[in-house]
């Protein structure tokens, strides 16, 4: 029960500062790591409870997509390339290796986080026209978000949003409505890769998933009140932590 409780949590909370400053894989993931799943199973899991959330920030931000739609299908297409591609690397390489390289990706997600308003101040900053098209400098970046995304993804969003704001003109609200869809895609397609072909810790996996549709709903209305700062400090200390307990084990 204990354990049941503490996911849920992680799940609701993951959302909640998705919502204000993303990162939450680095909630729920250390939580499943704490309760004993391997990290495989973990990142497995967690990429499948955590992707009905997705889907519900994306429509959150519809209308910032009116008028973007062959971006979408350009940069969709990349991402859902890279995610398969990111998801198959994950089950073909032994765990062992993914449990080496993953502490790297923890502290470079970390890293995101804490630059992540700078970053965000640099795309807002961009006074460009607004382009109609989506370069090959861009499609190339995210098709390497995607990989990343459907291999790990924690602080995704950040890196995808950096990316558009560097390879794509327009307005800071329009690119993150399209990282959103872009993450969506990417994070649907290595959930069913993973619910096809690997092992998912399903009553973990549920428990996130509830916890992130409330989670959406809390960081909407509730959690934009409370301050990045402290938000920040969480997600690095609970991604700090899992560092220490992979490298450890």
């Not at 949590?9 to 790591?33: D, M, R």
């Not at 308003?117 to 026209?129: M, N, S």
């Amino acid at each position: 029960m204990l354990e049941a409780v503490a996911i849920l949590a992680a799940g609701l909370a993951a959302w909640t500062i998705n919502t204000i400053v993303g990162s939450g894989t680095l909630i729920t993931f250390p939580v499943l790591l704490a309760f004993g799943y391997s990290p495989v199973v973990a990142n497995v899991s967690n990429t499948v409870g955590l992707a009905p959330g997705t889907v519900s920030g994306a429509v959150g931000y519809r209308r910032e997509l009116r008028g973007q739609r062959e971006r979408v299908l350009r940069l969709g297409a990349a991402s859902v390339v890279g995610s398969l591609t990111g998801a198959i690397l994950l089950l073909v390489i032994p765990g062992s290796a993914f449990k080496a390289i993953v502490p790297g990706f923890i502290g470079a997600a970390l890293v995101l986080v804490l630059v992540q308003p700078k970053l965000a101040r640099l795309v807002a900053a961009r006074r460009e026209p607004i382009s109609a098209h989506a370069g090959l400098s861009a499609i190339l970046a995210v098709f390497a978000c995607g990989i990343y995304g459907g291999y790990f993804g924690a602080a995704q969003g950040v890196l995808v949003l950096a990316v558009l704001g560097i390879a794509v003109h327009d307005q800071l609200q329009r690119l993150n409505g399209l990282k959103n869809a872009l993450t969506t895609l990417v994070n649907i397609v290595a959930a069913l890769v993973f619910v096809a072909a690997a092992h998912v810790a399903w009553t973990p996996a549920l428990l996130i998933s509830a916890g992130s549709i409330v989670g959406c709903q809390l960081g909407a209305h509730v959690g934009r009140r409370l301050p990045e700062g402290l938000l920040r400090a969480v997600i690095i200390a609970v991604g700090l932590a899992a560092m220490v307990k992979l490298l450890a084990g």
